[in-house]
């Protein structure tokens, strides 16, 4: 039979929405995720997206890594199944969208609209900043790595220097990482941050949802971003504003998320 698929990306980071009445739960498999993200002979994309529609503005998500692997938690995954909704069930800005995933409820809120494109601002939960100083020593000596949980783990370094890979290898080491890590490289820009991300599963990526909330998480528990100030975390695919709310910790993104164009396999 026929299966029909959608591909979504927030930033270009791309993803193939998978409804579930189409994709039975036992079909969405390693083997899967890793035929249809590759980018030579499948249809390519950082991963998986599979939605379970409970009613029009409620949707349990799954994600799977274009390796196979399955993270609790994807930023620019909910606003791109909030958009996918949106599209789905004629939702207007202003629309509340809560996307259960393996990290709990995530509330997406619909801003703006531009044709298949959405603006969407995401409640990720609450961020955790790791107290206890972290170090690593790669090529260019010792360098301190913030850890902050958002739903799933990040390893966050601010101006960091050396040999990119040789950094992320070492994060990845760390004993406070048992499950992998995702790792932001952070230099400052202007009034925000310019963050490259290395996600597990995936790699180098145009942009990563839950590591521009731990950027600006850390940001703030470092000193070099005030809480309830709107910070821009400038990825490889653009541009997200966060706000990490005073005392709670509460994280607020807001990015956007775009149709590319739908198919069956």
């Given at each position: ?5 959608e ?13 579930a009445?189409?994709?039975p ?28 529609p ?52 995530r ?50 370094v ?19 990482f ?26 180098w ?39 990490i ?21």
């Amino acid at each position: 039979m026929n299966r029909r698929f959608e591909k979504y990306e927030g930033l270009g980071n791309d993803f193939l929405v998978l409804d579930a009445r189409d994709w039975p739960e036992e079909t969405l498999t390693p083997a899967l995720a890793q035929r249809l993200c590759d980018r030579h002979t499948g249809v390519g994309g950082d991963g998986l997206l599979w939605v379970e529609p409970r009613d029009t503005t409620a949707l349990r998500m799954v994600i799977l890594n274009a390796d196979g692997s399955r993270p609790e938690m994807c930023g620019n995954g909910v606003r791109c199944v909030a958009a996918w909704a949106a599209a789905r069930g004629g939702l207007a800005v202003g629309a509340v969208v809560t996307v259960a995933s393996d990290a709990g409820p995530r509330p997406a809120i619909l801003r703006a609209r531009d044709g298949d494109a959405w603006s969407v601002e995401v409640d990720m939960g609450v961020a955790r900043v790791e107290p206890d100083e972290l170090t690593v020593r790669a090529d260019a000596g010792a360098q301190r790595v913030v850890a902050v949980d958002v739903g799933n783990p990040h390893g966050v370094v601010f101006e960091a220097r050396g040999d990119a890979m040789a950094l992320v290898r070492e994060v990845t080491a760390l004993k406070v990482f048992p499950r992998g890590v995702n790792v932001e490289l952070v230099a400052p820009e202007g009034d925000g941050f310019r963050v490259r991300v290395h996600e597990r599963g995936v790699g180098w990526t145009q942009a990563c949802g839950t590591g521009a909330c731990a950027v600006a998480a850390a940001a703030v528990r470092e000193g070099r971003a005030r809480a309830g100030d709107a910070v821009r975390v400038t990825l490889d695919g653009g541009d997200l504003t966060i706000v990490i709310e005073p005392e709670t910790w509460r994280v607020r993104m807001t990015g956007p998320a775009r149709r590319v164009f739908a198919g069956a396999l």
